[in-house]
């Protein structure tokens, strides 16, 4: 995701990310130090910078480029930084690019794990952490690892984009060859059977794009529906992590349970939950799925506990206050410490809420993170 960060009234440029560099067309020398003018947009952009510098007060911003082929769809999304006395610093830029994929699909922006999170929510979200921002704006260094570790995530759904595009469009050309081939008058039937198991494994390749792209193509709208053949999807698209580890994955959902909800948000949730777990496994470890109607439910009369837990080392008790905290990981370089941020707040926009239980040692060595949903929840449209 290009990101940019600029001060004072005339729009200094201090920070750019290689995406943004890439949009503008520019080296990151040729525009850091000089005022901001390199969004698409033109006019009405730099309308809006004075806008949120003046006020305080984040906006958002979708315009189109009808120029090329396919339209192009900008969404501009800009927060102020905060001083003392919520005297405006600078302002933080996030731009989204959109493009036609297919007849029916939109390219993607932002993280499998944060994954999760749509271009108003991360507007809304950053408000949230305006505190944070503003302790951290004191020290150049701090301020750039939290916006590197914020565009970790967004690269990954970028990433997601660029590999389903460049997937789906030679796959139309080599399905299409499979038709051609099998229509062929005096094909032996050996090589016709080999041109089905070439198609089947195709048809693999195309599920895979589309679990891809539902995480970002789900309906806003909550649904009712079974619970699991969501977990099995889950479990597909994490297939290659599995047999990696050679974990034993067990679940346990009866076929009949329904929840209601969002799907694609909650399969992102338990997608991180259980990739969690295989990352804290060792080879040959286990992860287990439970699912149950439960009476114990902390406020409703009946709810879904739904438990993701695992065999691995644990989580250390002074760490285990702060696994929700954002930006917060114990995996090092290769977390970002959002992805069970991001599952809590999808989880309370659902009124819901999640456990954790860890320990080090003895029988019940390992972790165990429970989701705790209504039956009939009423669901929170806030986008925090």
Same mark, same amino acid.
């Given at each position: 995701?290009?990101?940019?960060?600029?001060?004072?009234i005339?729009?200094?440029?201090r920070?750019?990310?290689?995406a943004?560099?890439?949009?503008?067309?520019?080296?990151?020398?040729e525009?850091?130090g000089?005022p901001?003018?390199?969004?698409?947009?033109?006019?009405?952009?730099?309308?809006?910078l004075?806008?949120?510098?003046?006020?305080?007060?984040?906006?958002?911003?979708?315009?189109q480029?009808?120029?090329?082929?396919?339209?192009?769809?900008?969404?501009?999304a800009?927060?102020?930084?905060?001083?003392?006395?919520?005297?405006?610093?600078?302002?933080f830029?996030?731009v989204?690019?959109?493009?036609p994929?297919?007849?029916?699909?939109?390219?993607?922006?932002?993280a499998?794990?944060?994954?999760?999170l749509r271009q108003?929510e991360?507007t809304e979200?950053?408000?949230?952490?305006?505190?944070?921002l503003?302790?951290?704006?004191s020290?150049?260094?701090?301020?750039?690892e939290?916006l590197?570790r914020? #565009?970790? %995530?967004a690269?990954?759904? *970028?990433m997601?984009?660029?590999? +389903?595009?460049?997937?789906? !469009?030679?796959l139309?050309? @080599?399905m299409?060859?499979?038709?051609?081939?099998?229509?062929? #008058?005096? %094909?032996?039937?050996?090589? *016709?059977h080999?041109?089905?198991? +070439?198609?089947?494994?195709? !048809?693999?390749i195309?599920? @895979?794009?589309?679990?891809?792209l539902?995480?970002?193509?789900?309906?806003?709208?909550?649904?009712?529906?079974?619970?699991?053949?969501?977990?099995?999807?889950?479990?597909?698209?994490?297939?290659?992590? @599995?047999?990696n580890?050679?974990a034993?994955?067990?679940?346990?959902?009866?076929?009949?349970?329904?929840?209601?909800?969002?799907?694609?948000?909650?399969?992102?949730?338990f997608?991180?939950?259980v990739?969690?777990?295989l990352?804290?496994?060792?080879?040959?470890?286990?992860?287990?799925?439970?699912?149950?109607?439960?009476?114990?439910?902390?406020?409703?009369?009946?709810?879904?506990?739904v438990?993701?837990?695992?065999?691995?080392k644990?989580?250390?008790p002074?760490?285990?206050?702060?696994?929700?905290?954002?930006?917060?990981?114990?995996?090092g370089d290769i977390?970002?410490?959002?992805?069970?941020?991001?599952?809590?707040?999808?989880?309370?926009k659902h009124?819901g809420?999640?456990?954790?239980?860890?320990s080090?040692s003895?029988r019940?060595?390992?972790?165990?993170?429970?989701v705790?949903?209504?039956?009939?929840?009423?669901?929170?449209?806030?986008?925090?």
């Amino acid at each position: 995701m290009p990101v940019a960060a600029v001060d004072g009234i005339g729009h200094i440029v201090r920070y750019v990310n290689p995406a943004f560099c890439l949009l503008a067309g520019k080296l990151k020398e040729e525009l850091l130090g000089k005022p901001f003018t390199s969004m698409p947009g033109g006019d009405e952009c730099l309308a809006m910078l004075d806008r949120v510098y003046r006020t305080g007060k984040a906006e958002t911003h979708m315009g189109q480029d009808g120029a090329a082929e396919h339209p192009f769809y900008w969404s501009y999304a800009m927060s102020p930084i905060l001083g003392e006395g919520d005297h405006s610093l600078g302002i933080f830029i996030r731009v989204t690019e959109a493009t036609p994929f297919h007849q029916d699909c939109i390219a993607m922006n932002q993280a499998l794990l944060i994954g999760s999170l749509r271009q108003h929510e991360l507007t809304e979200q950053a408000n949230g952490l305006n505190a944070q921002l503003q302790t951290e704006i004191s020290v150049g260094r701090q301020t750039q690892e939290a916006l590197v570790r914020s #565009e970790k %995530l967004a690269s990954v759904g *970028r990433m997601a984009a660029v590999m +389903a595009h460049e997937i789906n !469009n030679p796959l139309d050309a @080599i399905m299409n060859t499979l038709y051609l081939a099998e229509s062929t #008058e005096g %094909l032996p039937e050996s090589a *016709r059977h080999y041109l089905k198991i +070439a198609e089947g494994e195709l !048809n693999r390749i195309a599920y @895979i794009t589309r679990q891809t792209l539902g995480f970002y193509r789900e309906s806003t709208h909550p649904t009712t529906f079974c619970l699991a053949p969501l977990l099995d999807s889950v479990l597909d698209l994490l297939q290659a992590k @599995i047999k990696n580890k050679q974990a034993i994955v067990e679940k346990r959902c009866d076929e009949r349970l329904q929840i209601t909800g969002i799907f694609g948000e909650l399969r992102q949730v338990f997608a991180n939950l259980v990739l969690n777990s295989l990352d804290a496994i060792d080879m040959h470890g286990t992860v287990k799925l439970a699912a149950i109607v439960s009476s114990r439910c902390g406020g409703f009369d009946q709810c879904v506990r739904v438990s993701v837990g695992d065999n691995g080392k644990g989580i250390d008790p002074a760490t285990l206050p702060r696994v929700f905290e954002p930006f917060f990981t114990t995996k090092g370089d290769i977390g970002n410490g959002l992805g069970l941020w991001v599952s809590q707040q999808i989880i309370a926009k659902h009124t819901g809420s999640i456990q954790v239980r860890s320990s080090r040692s003895g029988r019940r060595k390992g972790t165990v993170l429970t989701v705790i949903l209504p039956v009939q929840p009423e669901i929170s449209d806030r986008k925090d």
